[in-house]
């Protein structure tokens, strides 16, 4: 089935350990991103990618690290994770700005 | 920087009532207005979306919202609402060049 696909669905992390979250999309969009969600602020923009190789910040990018290698995939690295990083991760693909966005099923990670 | 409230965050409801969500947004220029809906457990989904011409937008299962640009506003509504519409409703803009920005949310819950 055509979609955002990511993985894992849940993880548990202990403080100062780092883990990648996976992103995949198979339509060939070009935009990417990814969102944590957090209760009562909605979901706040990460990072961000345009095109393979490109790149950029969002609105909460300490902590986190990304890569956009080829079009199909957007992984995004917690570096060190800190219990401030307990969220919903979500994943988002589109065509472009004006387009639908296409979102993953979220990944919840929760760090002790 | 734009940015989008959302002022109502919980919402309770009798089946059949009517419901509107406020959802108000900073930017001055020309936006891209989206409201999202979340199921309990599951990722976001697109229920409608406004770029230009009909202030007047009309979604999936029987939701809709207008576009008033002198108040900066994008109010989703449904007229009767069922107990299926529990859930987590999002707004969400964008600008030429921005990735989207989120409001906090506002959680339904429909009474049987």
């Known amino acids: 089935n055509a979609g955002v696909t990511q993985t894992p669905k849940f993880q548990v992390l202990k403080t100062g350990q780092s883990m990648t979250l996976q992103c995949a999309q198979d339509?060939?969009?070009?935009?990417m991103s990814w969102y944590r969600q957090d209760p009562g602020m909605g979901l706040r923009l990460i990072h961000y990618?345009?095109?393979?190789?490109?790149?950029d910040q969002g609105e909460v990018p300490n902590g986190y690290n990304v890569s956009r290698s080829t079009t199909e995939d957007f992984p995004l690295r917690l570096l060190s994770a800190a219990p401030s990083q307990t969220s919903v991760y979500f994943c988002?693909?589109?065509?472009?700005?004006?387009?639908?966005?296409?979102f993953g099923q979220g990944t919840r990670l929760t760090v002790v | 920087a734009q940015s989008v409230s959302q002022h109502n965050h919980h919402v309770i409801l009798s089946e059949a009532a009517s419901l509107e969500l406020g959802c108000n947004y900073s930017?001055?220029?020309?936006?891209?207005l989206f409201w999202y809906v979340q199921y309990p457990g599951q990722h976001l989904q697109l229920l409608l979306k406004?770029?230009?011409?009909?202030?007047l937008v009309k979604g999936i299962k029987g939701f809709e919202a207008e576009f008033i640009k002198s108040k900066f506003s994008f109010n989703l509504r449904k007229p009767s609402v069922q107990w299926s519409d529990t859930a987590e409703y999002f707004c969400?803009?964008?600008?030429?060049?921005?990735?989207?920005?989120f409001g906090g949310g506002t959680r339904l819950m429909v009474k049987p």
């Open positions: 406004y770029f230009s011409g009909d202030p």
């Open positions: 930017y001055g220029g020309t936006v891209n």
């Open positions: 988002a693909s589109s065509y472009s700005l004006r387009t639908l966005a296409f």
């Open positions: 969400a803009v964008n600008n030429a060049g921005n990735m989207l920005t």
């Open positions: 990618s345009v095109g393979a190789g490109i790149t």
């Open positions: 339509m060939n969009h070009e935009y």
